[in-house]
């Protein structure tokens, strides 16, 4: 079945210094990939996605590329602030799954003034 | 225009009472999903919902689980006899003919 897999957390940054997060996948089909973010004591925000092979997802300074051959995700931003801090999931799905979506486990964020 | 409202945020039961999770979706929005997010993983799906339908239940366990969602009145998740494995956060989350998914702010299950 579809699976995400995302590195652990919890990564520590001072701010303005650069931010990547692994996210890699396997799926049946040609999912739509999805990075949502969860800020303290709120619910999941879809951040940005990418619906097909190298489209590239952006949004509040924050970019991933589809990567078919690697089967990845990766989340960038290359300037983080301390409003960033939060928890970042990586996620699949669309097609005929719809909103069925396969999420990893999520990367919890802390970036340090 | 309110987001997508679940309560109660944090609900503790004893083993073998029920809990009942209660989900309302953003106004327009006829469909609803529930998603189960144990500790230290990810979220996992657990149901899909229309009106007075239930349209995909494949990630729901089996027995002790079940979901509505009702002409009127908020979706329900309702989880009977739990135990302690039942622990951990709900998310309800919404849309409109299958768009773009908006997410509550979940609900906290405790089981003592």
């Known amino acids: 079945g579809d699976s995400v897999t995302q590195m652990e957390g919890p990564v520590t940054l001072s701010e303005e210094a650069f931010l990547t997060i692994n996210c890699t996948y396997t799926?049946?089909?040609?999912?739509?990939l999805f990075w949502y973010v969860q800020y303290p004591g709120e619910g999941l925000q879809l951040l940005l996605k990418?619906?097909?092979?190298?489209d590239k997802g952006s949004n509040k300074g924050f970019e991933a590329t589809y990567r078919k051959e690697t089967t990845s995700f990766h989340l960038e931003k290359g300037s983080v602030q301390v409003s960033d801090s939060a928890v970042y999931f990586c996620a699949l799905g669309g097609g005929a799954a719809g909103n069925k979506l396969t999420f990893g486990g999520g990367t919890r964020v802390l970036v340090k003034p | 225009n309110a987001g997508v409202m679940q309560n109660p945020r944090h609900l503790v039961r004893r083993r073998g009472q029920e809990a009942r999770l209660r989900c309302s979706p953003m106004k327009g929005h006829s469909h609803v999903y529930w998603y189960r997010q144990l500790p230290e993983e990810g979220l996992k799906f657990m149901v899909y919902l229309q009106k007075e339908n239930i349209i995909d239940e494949s990630g729901m366990p089996k027995e002790r689980f079940s979901a509505e969602f009702p002409k009127e009145g908020p979706s329900i998740l309702r989880i009977q006899q739990v135990v302690r494995g039942d622990s951990a956060a709900y998310f309800c989350?919404?849309?409109?003919?299958?768009?773009?998914?908006?997410f509550g702010s979940g609900t906290q299950l405790s089981v003592l």
């Open positions: 989350a919404s849309s409109e003919r299958g768009e773009k998914l908006f």
């Open positions: 990418a619906t097909k092979a190298d």
């Open positions: 799926a049946t089909g040609y999912p739509s």
